[in-house]
Each structure stands twice: as structure tokens, then as C-alpha cells.
């Protein structure tokens, strides 16, 4: 799907080289102060488009704590209003005041909460696609998505399940969430926080 892209708009441009790359820049805003503190932040993805790409947010929860248990992380949870009540429920089981919901937030304000985050986390969403165009590093958990989803940026990392092959993933493919476990999660983004 890229590749399309970039060949039609070399062809139509009359240029060799069409980057793929963009680079989504945020005026400062009031959430500035924070990028500076000790704290990490991460945007969780937790929505999505349909219940086949989500990862689930029994596995959020686990992925929270384990994290809590690492160091000093303050979490966003990612999701459209209709889901907003799952990131409610998210924030309780975790019990503890480094999480809340963007949930109700309009996008203007969810960009200015990515601009200021060091590594999205989640599934296949609107967020992803913001987030690594503001150059986070995301790693994108691919239950049901096609791979064309993630392949245009260098700041996208993909989570797929063990033995599976990334070009087996269509929008078909219905993956168990539970493939992908915490420990998977955590090994891949172990450098990055």
C-alpha cells in the first residue's frame, strides 16, 4: 500500500525519491513542563476500530503492573469515548494514580498528550499512526491487522505472536489475544524504557 503510494506520487511529481516519512510537529503546548520530569510516559493504545485487534485490556492490566513493578511510568490510556468506561475500569484494578483515560478527550488534546510521551504501546489505532509520525517509537500489536498497516514508518515496531508470520496476518485472521503475552510485550520494549 506504500509503495503504490510513493511510486504514484514519484510519478506524478516527476522526483526519484518520494520519502514515506513525515514528521508531525506540536507547538508548545501546556503540557510542556511535564516532558521534562523523571517520569516515563506511555501512551496505551488500548481502542480500536473493532474487537478483533484488540489485545484486551485484561493483558493492559497485567502490562501496567508489571511495568509499576520496573520503574517510574505514568500510563495514557488510549481509546475513543464508547471504550472510555474499559480505560475507567483499567484504572481501577491497577489501584494507583499513574494512569488515566484520554478517553473523553478531543483529538487536538490527545495530540498534545502523544506529543509529550516517550513510546506508544497498543493496538492498531488512530494513536499509533499519530504517535510515530511525532517520531515515538510504537510497538503495534498485530492480532488482525495487515501488515501494510505498519510498514511505512521506521518508528513502528510490530508485536506479532510466536510462530506466527507477519504475512499470515490479514483482516481475517482473528489471532487469540493471549498469544501475545506480557513477557512477549515486555522483551520487545525492554530498550526503550
Known amino acids: 500500500m506504500v509503495n503504490v503510494a510513493k511510486e504514484f506520487t514519484e510519478r506524478s511529481l516527476n522526483i526519484d525519491n518520494c520519502p514515506t516519512e513525515t514528521k508531525i510537529i506540536v507547538k508548545k503546548n501546556k503540557f510542556d513542563n511535564l516532558k521534562n520530569d523523571k517520569t516515563k510516559k506511555i501512551i ?3 481502542g480500536s476500530s473493532g474487537p478483533t485487534t484488540k489485545w484486551g485490556y485484561e493483558n ?3 502490562l501496567i503492573r508489571k511495568l509499576n513493578n520496573l520503574g517510574n511510568f505514568h500510563f495514557y490510556l488510549l481509546c475513543g469515548a464508547n471504550e472510555d468506561v474499559h480505560a475507567q475500569n483499567i484504572i481501577k484494578q491497577v489501584g ?9 478527550k478531543s483529538i487536538s ?11 506508544y504501546i497498543g493496538n492498531d489505532s488512530f494513536g499509533h499512526h499519530i504517535a510515530c509520525q511525532m517520531g515515538l517509537p510504537c510497538f503495534v500489536i498485530l492480532l488482525d491487522s495487515p501488515r501494510a498497516y505498519s510498514d511505512y514508518s521506521i518508528n513502528q515496531k510490530r508485536i ?4 506466527i508470520s507477519l504475512d499470515e496476518i490479514t483482516h481475517d485472521t482473528r489471532l487469540d489475544p ?4 506480557t513477557e ?5 520494549i525492554k530498550n526503550f524504557i
Open 109 to 119: 488534546e490527545v495530540k498534545d498528550y502523544i506529543s509529550i510521551s516517550n513510546i
Open 96 to 104: 494507583r494514580n499513574n494512569c488515566e483515560s484520554l478517553g473523553q
Open 184 to 188: 512477549l510485550v515486555l522483551d520487545k
Open 178 to 181: 493471549n498469544l501475545i503475552t
Open 60 to 62: 493492559y492490566i497485567s
Open 160 to 163: 506479532i505472536p510466536n510462530n
Open 44 to 46: 496505551l493504545g488500548i
